[in-house]
Nanobody
C-alpha cells in the first residue's frame, strides 16, 4: 500500500508564493520520478513539473522561471516552490508517483488526493 500526503495549498494573492510538499510512504522498491499536475475547473489535468530519481527536471512552459521542483531522495519527498503566482495557476494540484513496488515488477503510477491552490487577482 502506497500513500501520498500532500500539503501546502491555500489562497494567495497574485504575485504571492506557496510551497507544496508531497511525502510518500508504503511499499516502494524504487522511484522513477515524481511530479506535480494540476487541474483547473473545466480543463484537463496537465503536468506542472516533474523530477526523476537522477534529478532531471521538466516544467510546463507556463511555469518556467516561476516554479521550482526539488526532491529529497532519502525521504521520497518532493516540494514545489511556486513564486509570482497568477490567477491562471488556480486549480487542484496533484502529486504523482512513478515507482516500482518490488524488484522486477512493472512500474506503476499513483496519485495523491490533491490540494487546492487559489490565486486571487
Amino acid at each position: 500500500q502506497v500513500q501520498l500526503v500532500e500539503s501546502g495549498g491555500g489562497l494567495v494573492q497574485a504575485g504571492g508564493s506557496l510551497r507544496l510538499s508531497c511525502a510518500t510512504s508504503g511499499s516502494i522498491f524504487s522511484v522513477n520520478a515524481m511530479g506535480w499536475y494540476r487541474q483547473a475547473p473545466g480543463k484537463q489535468r496537465e503536468m506542472v513539473a516533474d523530477i526523476t530519481s537522477g534529478g532531471s527536471t521538466n516544467y510546463a512552459d507556463s511555469v518556467k522561471g516561476r516554479f521550482a521542483i526539488s526532491r529529497d531522495n532519502a525521504k521520497n519527498t518532493i516540494n514545489l516552490q511556486m513564486n509570482s503566482l497568477e490567477p491562471e495557476d488556480t486549480g487542484v494540484y496533484y502529486c504523482n508517483l512513478d515507482y516500482r513496488p518490488r524488484w522486477g515488477t512493472p512500474s506503476l503510477r499513483y496519485w495523491g488526493q490533491g490540494t487546492q491552490v487559489t490565486v486571487s487577482s
